[in-house]
């Protein structure tokens, strides 16, 4: 039964987004003019997305600092039926990573997420009788280093290509955990990660598209509990291989305003190389946001990730703010 319903909700992920990309062809009346003449598109600047990611690198030599402000509110539990049940307490994870860009060279850049969690739980119902039902930890979190070099420039008939490589380092704690601290002190997943995939990004005016499809391989079961919060900004680890999928789309209102919507999904598989005792999971969530350009160098954004449906996993809403500063 929960086979057939996994099977059920991929179709009609699908479907939706077959009828999306139609709707966004079909929006852009000058579309097929364009893709005759091969031009490149003109558009509006934005800022880009929050959670997915880009798919032009930085420019040589350029830097860009972006810290993240989110909190992440727990609401419930996602049964492996797609039930939603109660997550046994209150969770929250204050999470505020930075992100900071440098162009290598051209078509090719990096970057590293660099984030500082604050975890925090109270009534917890499952705390054991000697320890209190509240806790809360800070720390340094995984850090994640990633590789962005662009396949193909965009043209009027063909979207920008990027390849995406990213490696999670287990620098969050995650050893000598305490069980009196009630899951808050795990801060990482305690093992490698490695992440490939690519990156889409095109311009079919009214709006800007962008799709990411990634797939991740931990080296080992993450020594992460249940109530550690995954933030939709960092390149998550699973007990599993992920299978990442992001959809976003951004919308110029006029003048320094930018409608922004993002859909993201985490789809938990195999995995390929070892074994593993945890159930697959899946999480799927929409973000509304909107951004503001400041001038060329400046911009902020702010969205609200909330999380719609999944198995075995937990579910929450997560507001989001950032600030964009390029050197």
């Not at 139609?22 to 934005?46: L, R, S």
């Not at 590293?112 to 705390?127: G, K, L």
């Not at 420039?153 to 009630?182: M, Q």
């Not at 859909?263 to 899946?282: M, T």
Request: with cysteine; net charge negative.
């Amino acid at each position: 039964m929960a086979a057939s319903k996994t099977a059920e909700a991929a179709n009609l992920i699908w479907i939706l987004l077959t009828i999306f990309l139609g709707w966004c062809m079909a929006a852009w009346p000058g579309f097929w003019a364009a893709a005759a003449a091969d031009t490149p598109p003109e558009h509006p600047a934005t800022a880009g997305p929050i959670i997915a990611d880009t798919a032009v690198p930085t420019p040589p030599g350029q830097w860009i600092i972006q810290p993240f402000l989110s909190l992440d509110f727990v609401t419930g539990s996602l049964t492996g039926n797609w039930r939603r049940v109660s997550a046994g307490g209150d969770f929250t994870s204050f999470q505020m990573p930075v992100k900071v860009t440098y162009g290598l060279m051209r078509n090719l850049e990096i970057y590293a997420m660099i984030p500082f969690i604050h975890n925090r739980a109270a009534q917890v119902q499952d705390a054991a009788a000697w320890a209190d039902r509240a806790a809360d930890f800070s720390g340094m979190g995984d850090l994640s280093v990633i590789l962005k070099y662009q396949l193909l420039a965009e043209t009027a008939w063909r979207p920008t290509v990027a390849a995406f490589f990213a490696v999670d380092l287990p620098t969050g704690h995650h050893f000598h955990t305490n069980p009196a601290r009630l899951g808050t002190d795990v801060l990482g997943a305690g093992t490698f990660a490695f992440t490939g995939g690519a990156n889409l990004a095109k311009w079919l005016g009214p709006l800007y598209i962008y799709a990411n499809l990634w797939y991740g391989i931990a080296t080992q079961e993450p020594r992460a509990t249940p109530h550690l919060v995954a933030n939709p900004l960092t390149v998550p680890v699973h007990g599993r291989d992920l299978i990442t999928w992001n959809l976003a789309a951004e919308y110029p209102l006029g003048g320094p305003w930018v409608a922004l919507v993002e859909w993201y999904s985490g789809w938990e598989v195999g995995p390929l190389f070892r074994r593993s005792h945890a159930p697959p999971g899946i999480l799927m969530g929409v973000m509304p946001g909107i951004e503001y350009l400041i001038n060329s160098r400046w911009a902020w954004q702010l969205g609200v990730a909330v999380d719609l449906a999944g198995k075995n996993s937990l579910y929450g809403i997560t507001p989001i703010f950032t600030v964009i500063m390029t050197y």
